[in-house]
Each structure stands twice: as structure tokens, then as C-alpha cells.
């Protein structure tokens, strides 16, 4: 494949000195031959970027910038898109381990999508794996990667309030782990809402659905994911940032009538994380009271996978 064009591959890091350099490391290896390393230290305060700056200096395609004060997650990934220079920006995670092609692959199929359908704006997501403390390892498919590939309104109809295509296969939905596409579609959009604490990257690919934006995934899984706990993925920092993301796209909700469902299913996952068992039914009486085909085939097809994910993820030793 002619590698010409240049690839910047974003890093965010916060307080990630154990894992960051793996992170790193698999950035380096990718077998890519322009590519552009951007490392966002969010203001760590465990010396990240002291650990960092340790092992980067005889590589020019490294540079670490580093912010003053912690902005989150989507403020540090809005950094890298105004500092990128490359052709299409990959995310990578501080904890997350990517395969030496995953680069190459993932522009393959951006490109192959665009030599088909011109300049549709697209979204490539990797298929990986992640990793529990216990040894469990869920499959994490990417969207798009089999059947007809999602596109427009749909796609922001299943992350909103999860209707779902037959024909589409929706995969792990879209991790910004995961993603990668054109510098250009990035700025376009906007980049991350810098508001939302957590969820950005559902934000972010319900704005390129509602813009008519198409979801590719690759078959083959390019990254391991360290699952890890912290209070900013708290249940509830979820709720909140789920119902804001709600009450952003409102608008386009209330047109398909479906606000009420979309701003009230978050706090039904609250009280099943908060182990409220007769709010979660409270709350599920409301919901299916307006909404009752919908909420029912919602909680079937999600809830006992959830529950059996939930005993394997807490299972003690996993061999």
C-alpha cells in the first residue's frame, strides 16, 4: 500500500505511568511509515510526563504535550486534532496495547470505503479485546465490520435509544479507542464536546450519524484493552453525561418522539449499577408505560448479557 500520507497517532494520558509506555511503544511499532506520535499529558500528577519524556527523546515522531490543568478526556483529545499534521488521526489509549498493523488496516479500509462511495464522510473502528483484573477477556467487534455498512440517522437511532437494524451490525458501538478517520472529518465536526466528562465518543458519532456519516469496522482485532476503574467512570458520571448527551440532541428526539426514552434509560442503568433493585423497577414501569415495545426488546437483548458479563467480569480466578 502506498503509505505517502501521513498518520498522527493521539495518545491521551492522565496518571498513567505503568501503562503509558506499552502505549507508546505499540504507537512506534506500527509498520507505517509516516507517522506523527502525539502524547496530551492532562496534567498527571503521578510523573507521566517525566516518564514519558524519559523514553521518547531519540524519536522525532514523539511529542508530548502537556496541559496545566486536567480539561478530561475529550479536552485532550481535541489538543491532538488541533495539533495533528498527519492525513488521518488514530486514538490510542494510555492503557491499551495496539497490533503493528492496526494503522495500515484501518486506513485500508477507509480508503476502500471512500474508492466506493466518493466523499461520504467515514469512521473506521478496530475490532479488540479487553482485558479484566481476573483474567476475563470480552470480545470487543467493531461496528461495521459485517453486514451493510451502517450509516446516517440509524446509527444515531441505536446509540440515542437503541433501535436497531436487522441488517446492521452494531458491533461494540464506538469507542474513540477504536477510531480512526480524516483529519478534516474531525475538525468538521468540531472535534469532542469538552463538556461531556465521559461518553464524548457516542457524542461524537452521533453527530457524524446525524450528518450522514457511515460506520467501518475492521475484522480483525488490532488492540487489547486494560480494563480500569477510576471515579470518572463512576455510575454517576455515566447518568450524567448519558442524560446531557439526551438533552443536546433534544431536538432531534423530540422529531422522532423519542426524548422521554433517551433521557430516562440512563437512570435505569444507574440503579442496576447502584444495585437499587425497586427504583430500576420503578424507573422500568415509567419507561415501558410510554414506550413499551421499544423499552421490552431493549432490556431482553441487553440485560442478560449484562448480568452474565457482570458475574464472569467478577469472577476471582479466571483460568
Known amino acids: ?3 505517502s500520507e501521513r498518520v498522527t497517532i493521539g495518545i491521551t494520558c492522565f496518571n498513567a505511568r505503568d501503562t503509558i509506555g506499552n502505549a507508546i511503544r505499540s504507537a512506534q511499532s506500527q509498520d507505517w511509515s509516516d507517522l506523527e506520535i502525539l502524547v496530551v499529558d492532562d496534567a498527571s500528577t503521578d510523573g507521566s510526563p517525566e516518564h514519558v519524556e524519559s523514553f521518547i527523546a531519540d524519536d522525532p515522531r514523539v511529542r508530548l504535550v502537556r496541559h496545566r490543568k486536567n480539561g478530561g478526556a475529550a479536552t485532550a483529545r481535541n489538543t491532538i486534532i488541533e495539533a495533528a499534521t498527519g ?3 488514530v486514538f490510542f489509549d494510555d492503557d491499551d496495547e495496539s497490533a503493528a498493523n492496526r494503522v495500515m488496516l484501518q486506513v485500508a479500509a477507509i480508503k476502500a470505503f471512500e474508492a466506493s ?3 461520504r464522510p467515514v469512521a473506521c473502528y478496530a ?3 479487553r482485558i479484566y483484573p481476573n483474567g476475563h477477556l470480552k470480545p470487543l467487534p467493531a461496528i461495521g465490520s459485517a453486514g451493510k455498512t451502517p450509516c446516517g440517522t440509524d446509527v444515531a437511532d441505536y446509540l440515542l435509544f437503541y433501535r436497531r437494524r436487522p ?3 452494531y458491533g461494540s458501538g464506538t469507542p474513540t479507542c477504536a477510531l480512526m478517520a480524516r483529519r478534516e472529518l474531525f475538525r468538521k465536526l468540531g472535534g469532542f464536546d469538552a463538556s461531556l466528562k465521559r461518553v464524548e465518543d457516542v457524542d461524537f458519532a452521533i453527530r457524524l450519524a446525524l450528518g450522514g456519516g457511515c460506520f467501518i469496522g475492521t475484522t480483525e482485532k488490532l488492540f487489547v484493552q486494560h480494563s480500569t476503574q477510576g471515579s ?5 458520571a455515566n447518568r450524567s453525561a448519558e442524560v446531557a448527551v439526551a438533552k443536546k440532541h433534544e431536538g432531534y428526539l423530540r422529531s422522532v418522539g423519542r426524548y422521554h426514552y433517551a433521557s430516562h434509560w ?3 442503568r444507574y440503579h442496576h449499577f447502584k444495585r437499587q433493585y425497586f427504583r430500576f423497577i420503578a424507573q422500568f414501569l415509567l419507561i415501558v408505560a ?14 442478560p448479557k449484562r448480568l452474565r458479563h457482570e458475574r464472569r467480569m467478577n469472577k476471582r480466578n479466571i483460568q
Open 127 to 129: 475490532a479488540g479485546e
Open 290 to 303: 410510554m414506550n413499551p415495545i421499544l423499552a421490552t426488546s431493549h432490556l431482553l437483548a441487553t440485560g
Open 266 to 268: 440512563p437512570n435505569l
Open 1 to 3: 500500500m502506498n503509505q
Open 167 to 169: 441488517d446492521y451490525f
Open 87 to 89: 492525513d488521518f488521526i
Open 117 to 119: 462511495n466518493g466523499s
Open 232 to 236: 470518572d467512570k463512576s455510575p454517576d
